[in-house]
């Protein structure tokens, strides 16, 4: 099962590969990986995603957790929450396909950025499923080039992740 | 820097932890402010100070109500300082105790309650105990694959109770009926407490009955209440050294071993009385570990008997400490067990390669060890001869000033027994010997 983990840590050198040494030595698989700082410049915020079962979460979370560095930490997928991953794409825009790919970033609530006479770089922001879709709605053989940040993650109502 | 080092290498999980220097921060001409903290706290460690009182409650009803209760002790309770608790807690609820490789000397190694070490190498009334219980206690132990053989056939009866600093050590392996995180010295305190009061019984006939079979199985396969190995010939068996060293060190040495079929031999048949007298990396499998080992304990405790049990192969991964052992004045005890072989490779090549031996035999390649101990300026004392074996063990031990290396030809043919089945047997199913199995 995709589970989206949610960790502060401090913002130190080092700090990160820790974290993703964790996983590479323990032979997890990191689908996807954000970090950056926080309000409070000593601590960052990494939101990654991987897949495991519940006893496999369950030791990633108790090792990374272990680490020095790790301060805190939640498993988003736990309950309910909200996320989010940003994408820029340039895709193929020529002729009558230049309407269609404009109507498609338009229904997918997505902008267009930057537009060149054969090209439009395109921003689009959703789950991770919604981009995905959006892949299929333009059609692989337009698209150029993906960006993608990977997944933010954040819980749902008056639950908060802070020291 | 430092100070946050040491707070962290000594709370916890204790554990070393590295400082990287460089360079350019040594340099003369660069002068730093002297500063060194009174306390530190990192509000990104803190480590757990007390066990959950309600998990400690429940884990003492459960062993109060047990029928066949058993003790898992392992080098936690000797890290955690919690031996005292552990001996009164044992001899509170007359449980059964066996330890760990690490964590041997928790429990007295001669005491009556105690079954033997358990595991892969591990005494069969110990692992027979475990794989019968019907409530475990495992304090300071982390069910490594040496412990458990296969996870899933692990103790099938038992409830189990899990107590351990690290979060991270409990239902790892094996799935813990009461997990309790917490410091083992401040846990089992707290259970003593608790039994102090309490006003259940333990079910009298039942441990009655509990005790009688583990003393059968002691009796029909303990390595220590009479020798399983072969004393009529004339080679010396590695068996029989550890046994003469335990006589004539009165079983009161330091003693260190490196990795490998010496290993073994030393844990089962050296029983430690105290904790901290065995000397050994673990899990982390350290062949060359023990005679830097056994300077450290010598250099801590000068008058005290240190003892490394090693093999020709260990003791030639860190043999040029024995130039640091002059310089320091270091006078350890080197005991090999020369079976011209890496014999516990081998023993796996015997066992399941048909005996082809890749890479483990030195075929006349060793350096001859009495010689290069006269090269370094120690003493070096060569046994070929069963009979001479405890002569010369004397007089090695009676030279208190001396680095003196023993260099015992033992039986080559020999394997470690009991030895667990694997892949795919549980607790119970043993080698006895090369022939036998429970």
Known sequence: MRRIISVLMENEPGALSRVVGLFSQRGYNIESLTVAPTEDRTLSRLTLTTIGDDHKIEQITKHLNRLIDVVKLVDLTEGAHIERELMLIKVRATGAQRAEVKRCVDIFRGQIIDVTATVYTIQITGTSDKLDAFFQAVGEASILEVVRSGVSGIGRGEKVLTI | ?438
Not at chain 2, 35 to 48: C, D, I, M
Not at chain 2, 57 to 65: D, I, M, P, R
Not at chain 2, 66 to 84: E, F, H, S, W
Not at chain 2, 190 to 200: G, R, T, V
């Open chain 2, 1 to 438: 820097m430092s100070k946050k080092a040491f707070y962290i290498a000594a709370t916890g999980r204790p554990g070393p932890v590295v400082i990287d220097i460089p360079k350019d921060i040594t340099n003369p001409t660069d002068k730093y402010e002297y500063s060194y903290p009174e306390r530190v706290k990192l509000r990104s460690y803190t480590p757990a100070q007390r066990g959950h009182a309600g998990q400690i409650k429940k884990a003492v009803q459960l062993l109060l109500s047990a029928k066949r209760p058993m003790i898992y002790a392992g080098g936690g309770v000797i890290l955690g300082n919690a031996c005292q608790q552990l001996t009164d807690l044992a001899r509170r609820l007359n449980a059964p105790v066996t330890n760990t490789l690490m964590g041997l000397g928790a429990y007295p190694g001669t005491d009556r309650q105690f079954v033997g070490m358990l595991g892969m190498h591990g005494f069969v009334e110990a692992n027979f105990a475990m794989h019968h219980a019907d409530v475990i206690l495992a304090v300071g132990a982390r069910f490594d694959d040496r412990v458990t053989n296969t996870p899933n056939k692990f103790c099938p009866n038992a409830k189990i109770i899990h107590v351990d600093i690290d979060p991270a050590a409990i239902s790892k392996t094996v799935v813990a009926d009461v997990p309790i995180v917490g410091p083992v010295d401040s846990v089992l305190n707290d259970m003593l407490e608790i039994l102090a009061s309490a006003e259940e019984k333990q079910d009298a006939k039942a441990l009655e009955d509990w005790w009688k079979q583990i003393n059968e199985w002691r009796e029909r396969y303990g390595i220590l209440v009479k020798p399983r190995y072969r004393t009529d010939g004339d080679m010396i068996m590695p068996e029989e050294v550890i046994s003469t060293l335990f006589e004539v060190t009165k079983g009161d040495a330091y003693v260190t071993s490196d990795v490998g079929q010496h290993q073994m031999f030393a844990a089962q048949y050296y029983p430690f009385d105290k904790p901290r007298r065995w000397i050994n990396s673990g899990g982390l499998g350290t062949m060359g570990f023990g005679l830097p080992a056994a300077m450290g304990v010598q250099y801590v405790h000068r008058d005290a008997t240190v003892a490394c049990v090693t093999g020709e192969g260990s003791i030639q991964m860190c043999i040029q400490e024995l130039s640091t052992c002059k310089q320091y004045h270091l006078p350890v005890k080197i005991i090999c067990l020369n079976n011209q072989a890496l014999g516990m490779v081998k023993q796996w090549q015997d066992m399941q390669y048909d005996s082809r031996y890749s890479e483990s035999l030195y075929e006349e390649s060793l350096p001859d060890f009495v010689k290069l101990m006269e090269a370094y300026g120690h003493v070096g004392i060569r046994v070929t001869k069963r009979e001479e074996l405890r002569a010369k063990m004397e007089e090695c031990f009676a030279m208190k000033d001396k680095v003196v290396f023993m260099d015992i030809y033992v039986d080559p043919t020999e394997h470690v027994y009991p030895m667990h089945i694997a892949p795919n047997g549980s607790m119970r199913d043993m080698w006895l010997n090369k022939t036998e199995r429970t």
